[in-house]
């Protein structure tokens, strides 16, 4: 792994970098990058503005790693005040949302995390929407994966991310693939040892190419995550020679990345989802933006030095 990425997200876990840059009224600014706004009509607005502009959205009510019951509770509330309000906006058709199961309470127990999971997926169907699950660091994948089996026993749209950087996902692709499975496929956002995960990332590319042929392969609705711009136009080709239509996969790109490159790929005839992230707990999620690229780093860096 890159050195600056490793140093970037092991700051991320500092309490001591986390009280500063969470403090710094700068970060406000580098935030808004980034994240759409910290309430529930923060994020309604957000989307319809994506949505005029031919986009469809996923959104992230931002949290994870709750360790704190009522934490959990709160966030299963932040999910159906925003899914009632979709749905009472009209949006719902367009919109989804994406739920990190640490937020619900899969660090205190997966059960919980489940049942609290399940109230978000029967508040999306009641509005007409879907769910995906987020996935988070490799000792949680096998967790993830069992509650995502559960959950579409009872909902079958429910949606699952793998990551290309573990070894593991070629093999998850294949199984996931199936008749009725919606997977994103993304290279993966967190410092993972070598045993587990591709450290060069030239490796995780070639395993992107690998597991978005397996999805293509099967008989599911597979969502490509990605801005790498060698990886876009290969998912089309490869989508076209799978006798792929549009309509029969998606795009996903975070908010704030690429936009240009979103608008391109919608004129297209593409569906192209944006992952909207909203809330006041922004902290993990800038650091992983950050990590992914130096020139963001340097960005904020630059904006944390000019207002000094
Ligand atoms: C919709 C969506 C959902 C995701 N969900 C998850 C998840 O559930 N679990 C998980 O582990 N990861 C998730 N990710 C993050 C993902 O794993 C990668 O960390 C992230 O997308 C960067 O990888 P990349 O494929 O864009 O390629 P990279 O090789 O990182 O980047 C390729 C190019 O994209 C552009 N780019 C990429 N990132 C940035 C950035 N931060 N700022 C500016 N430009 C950038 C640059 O031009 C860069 O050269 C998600 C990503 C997306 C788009």
Redo the contacts with the bound molecule.
């Keep these: 792994m890159n050195p600056l990425r490793s140093l970037i997200l092991a700051a991320a876990g500092n309490d001591v970098i986390r009280r500063a840059v969470a403090t710094a009224p700068v970060s406000r600014d580098v935030v808004r990058r980034?994240v759409a706004g910290e309430t529930t009509a923060d994020a309604v607005g957000a989307t319809r503005g994506l949505v005029d502009a031919g986009l469809t959205v996923?959104l992230d009510y931002l949290g994870e790693d709750t360790t704190d019951e009522g934490l959990a509770e709160q966030t299963v509330h932040a999910y159906v005040e925003l899914l009632d309000a979709l749905h009472e906006h009209g949006l719902a058709d367009r919109a989804e949302v994406?739920v990190?199961l640490s937020a619900v309470g899969q660090l205190l127990d997966e059960r919980l995390a489940a049942e609290n999971a399940a109230r978000i997926c029967a508040a999306a169907q009641r509005c007409g929407t879907t769910v995906?699950?987020?996935?988070?660091?490799h000792t949680t994948t096998d967790s993830t994966l069992r509650v995502l089996a559960e959950l579409r026993g009872t909902y079958p749209w429910v949606g699952a991310?793998l990551?290309s950087?573990l070894h593991r996902t070629v093999d998850d692709c294949a199984r996931l693939a199936g008749p009725g499975s919606r997977v994103?496929l993304?290279?993966?956002?967190?410092a993972e040892p070598a045993e587990v995960a591709y450290q060069d990332?030239h490796e995780?590319?070639l395993s992107?190419v690998r597991c978005l042929n397996a999805l293509l392969a099967g008989d599911g609705y597979p969502?490509f995550?990605?801005?790498?711009?060698?990886?876009v136009p290969i998912v089309g080709a490869r989508a076209e020679f799978h006798g792929r239509k549009p309509g029969s996969f998606e795009f996903?790109?975070?908010y704030?990345?690429?936009p240009d490159e979103q608008r391109r790929l919608a004129g297209l005839g593409h569906t192209v989802?944006?992952?909207v992230p909203y809330g006041v707990q922004w902290y993990g999620y800038l650091m992983?933006?950050?990590a992914?690229?130096p020139?963001?780093t340097a960005f904020f860096l630059r904006a944390l030095t000019s207002r000094a």
Excluded at 132 to 137: C, G, K, V, Y
Excluded at 225 to 231: I, N
């Design positions: 980034f996923t994406s990190k995906t699950l987020d996935m988070e660091d991310v990551q950087y994103r993304c290279k993966g956002a967190y990332t995780v590319d992107y969502m995550a990605t801005h790498d711009p060698r990886l996903q790109m975070l704030g990345i690429r989802r944006v992952y992983r933006r950050l992914e690229r020139a963001n």
